[in-house]
């Protein structure tokens, strides 16, 4: 089965992850994967490994940008001819089914604003011959559209450099506590509140892995809050597993998830996770390995912070429930095996 992934962007974001490991995932199941995508360092990585990999414009929903990307798109599909197309959000969706005429379309649905999910369940209904959630909560949202929820696994992957020489390049001392933010730098992260929230734990480091829109105003807003000295903004990374190793904690204090990859990555790591109490969250620790805390509350935040960050105890107790929890609910074969089960099927039906 020929299967080609659309998605707008192949760098550090969780629905990217999803898709690097579908693609190396599915040779086991008989896949032959491609990827037509903005290009990151993942596409990077897929192309030096030998999978197809095409470059599509981003849409950025502007009607020239989307039809520059369905043209991009309908090179692809002549190239690879898929028999099927599994479209990663509603901007892809949209992009593929204008583009890949005659073959099946399966999206992903990550999530979107809830101020967008009127216009993605329109997109979704014209372009979709199945749409997956990731989540129950993220299914939920769809209310009048048939949706298949199949929840996000995570493909995860060992440190590649030990916890004392990560520390050591980032200028960490080993007894330090560290805690890390692996999210974009953009306002659905709501970093604010996490800076607000640091400005109440004293003692600690804030590791900042991502990039975004409001950068340079984190950067201000650490400065006016007095926790510059203790806040690292480390950009766009590369080595989410190895940061994993290098910190105790792990915190996210987003409006809205659909089933964050940042999340499962840090249970399966043995991080426990502090995070804004949302849909895709709560289903993600509802098996234990952290603690919510209320959307937007700095202080709950940092009392969540402190619990895990000065006591060993807890912290490793938690870790290792959060590691079991993802083994029991988001185990990479059963997702694929599921998701197999679902093309398979539609391009039987298609044929």
Same mark, same amino acid.
């Given at each position: 089965?020929?299967?080609?992934? &659309?998605?707008?962007?192949?760098?550090?974001?969780?629905?990217? *992850?999803?898709?690097?490991?579908?693609?190396?995932?599915?040779?086991?199941?008989?896949?032959?994967?491609?990827?037509?995508?903005? $290009?990151?360092?993942?596409?990077?990585?897929?192309?030096?490994? $030998?999978?197809?990999?095409?470059?599509?414009?981003?849409?950025?929903?502007?009607?020239?940008?989307?039809? /520059? *990307?369905?043209?991009?798109?309908?090179?692809?599909?002549?190239?690879?001819?898929?028999? +099927?197309?599994?479209?990663?959000?509603?901007?892809?969706?949209?992009?593929?089914?204008?583009?890949?005429?005659?073959?099946?379309? @399966?999206?992903?649905?990550?999530? +979107?604003?809830?101020?967008?999910?009127?216009?993605?369940?329109?997109?979704?209904?014209?372009?979709?011959?199945?749409?997956?959630?990731?989540?129950? !909560?993220?299914?939920?949202?769809?209310?009048?559209?048939?949706?298949? &929820?199949?929840?996000?696994?995570?493909?995860?992957?060992?440190?590649?450099?030990?916890?004392?020489? @990560?520390? $050591?390049?980032?200028?960490?001392?080993?007894?330090?506590? #560290? *805690?890390?933010?692996? *999210?974009?730098?953009?306002?659905?992260?709501?970093?604010? #509140?996490?800076?607000?929230?640091?400005?109440?734990?004293?003692?600690?480091?804030?590791?900042?892995?991502?990039?975004?829109?409001?950068?340079?105003?984190?950067?201000?807003? !650490?400065?006016?809050?007095?926790?510059?000295?203790?806040?690292?903004?480390?950009?766009?990374?590369?080595? +989410?597993?190895?940061?994993?190793?290098?910190?105790?904690?792990?915190?996210?204090?987003?409006?809205?998830?659909?089933?964050?990859?940042?999340?499962?990555?840090?249970? !399966?790591?043995?991080?426990?996770? #502090?995070?804004?109490?949302?849909?895709?969250?709560?289903?993600?620790?509802?098996?234990?390995?952290? +603690?919510? &805390?209320?959307? /937007?509350?700095?202080?709950?935040?940092?009392?969540?912070?402190?619990?895990?960050?000065?006591? !060993?105890?807890?912290?490793?107790?938690?870790?290792?429930?959060?590691?079991?929890?993802?083994?029991?609910?988001?185990?990479?074969?059963?997702?694929?095996?599921?998701?197999?089960?679902?093309?398979?099927?539609? #391009?039987?039906?298609?044929?």
């Amino acid at each position: 089965m020929r299967v080609l992934h &659309v998605i707008s962007e192949m760098g550090a974001g969780g629905a990217e *992850a999803v898709v690097a490991g579908m693609v190396r995932a599915g040779g086991s199941f008989g896949w032959e994967s491609g990827v037509a995508s903005g $290009g990151g360092h993942r596409a990077e990585a897929l192309r030096a490994q $030998g999978f197809s990999t095409f470059d599509v414009p981003v849409p950025r929903r502007r009607a020239l940008g989307v039809l /520059r *990307a369905v043209s991009a798109v309908r090179s692809a599909a002549r190239a690879f001819a898929p028999d +099927v197309v599994v479209a990663h959000n509603v901007s892809a969706s949209l992009v593929s089914r204008l583009a890949a005429r005659g073959v099946p379309v @399966v999206t992903v649905f990550h999530g +979107v604003a809830a101020a967008d999910l009127g216009g993605a369940a329109r997109i979704l209904r014209w372009s979709s011959r199945a749409v997956v959630a990731v989540s129950e !909560a993220s299914a939920s949202r769809l209310r009048g559209l048939p949706v298949e &929820v199949i929840p996000n696994a995570v493909f995860a992957e060992p440190p590649r450099v030990p916890r004392a020489a @990560v520390r $050591g390049v980032l200028g960490i001392g080993a007894d330090v506590p #560290v *805690a890390l933010c692996p *999210a974009r730098l953009e306002p659905q992260k709501r970093h604010d #509140v996490l800076l607000e929230a640091w400005g109440l734990v004293a003692g600690a480091v804030l590791l900042l892995a991502g990039d975004g829109s409001l950068r340079a105003d984190l950067e201000h807003r !650490a400065e006016e809050l007095g926790v510059a000295d203790r806040v690292r903004f480390l950009g766009t990374r590369c080595d +989410v597993p190895d940061l994993l190793e290098a910190c105790d904690v792990t915190v996210l204090t987003s409006d809205w998830e659909g089933m964050p990859i940042a999340v499962l990555e840090s249970l !399966a790591a043995g991080r426990p996770v #502090v995070a804004s109490d949302v849909d895709g969250v709560r289903e993600a620790l509802s098996g234990g390995g952290g +603690v919510l &805390v209320p959307r /937007r509350s700095p202080a709950a935040t940092a009392a969540a912070l402190a619990s895990f960050l000065f006591d !060993a105890r807890a912290c490793a107790a938690a870790g290792e429930a959060g590691r079991a929890s993802v083994e029991r609910d988001h185990d990479p074969h059963t997702f694929m095996k599921s998701y197999d089960e679902l093309l398979r099927t539609i #391009v039987g039906e298609q044929r």
